[in-house]
């Protein structure tokens, strides 16, 4: 299956200057992951069972010896069916601290989402990753970024066919 970044973006405070290599950020990916099959990564769920959200995003350039502070990333979702209950912050937000190095300084948070949160319907998962000086989620700083993934299909029960015999 491929990775379920369906987009993303983060930004630095010298993205507005165009002048590429003193901080740039991107975000490398995103995932939807089934605990119950050895995390497989899928887009069809099961209603009654739990999921995995990894998030990956890197810092580059010049600036990254100096970074600091913590990110704070949030797991949002979208219903896209018009009828699916699992709507706006699912989990999060999660601080991360960070420890500047050298270039690149990468990422992940892995977010859990578990029953009852999972709802029946075909759904959009947006993580939003801010950073904060503090570390404190309400004081964020202009950096910001987005991973929004392909759809997610969550169903009340999955017929699984079983692969033939010999």
Known sequence: MPNQLRSGALETPVTDFHTPGILDGKVTGLKVLDPTE???????LEVNDPFDVQVSWELTGAA???????????????????VGQMTGRIAGPAVIPITGGVTPLKFKYEFQVRPPTPKVGLYQLTVTINHSPTGDPKKVSEMFGYAESTPIDIRDVVVELEAPKD
């Open 38 to 44: 050895h995390k497989e990564k899928t887009s069809l």
């Open 64 to 82: 990254t010896t100096v970074a600091g502070g913590s990110w704070v990333v949030t797991l949002y979702s979208d219903d896209i069916d018009g």
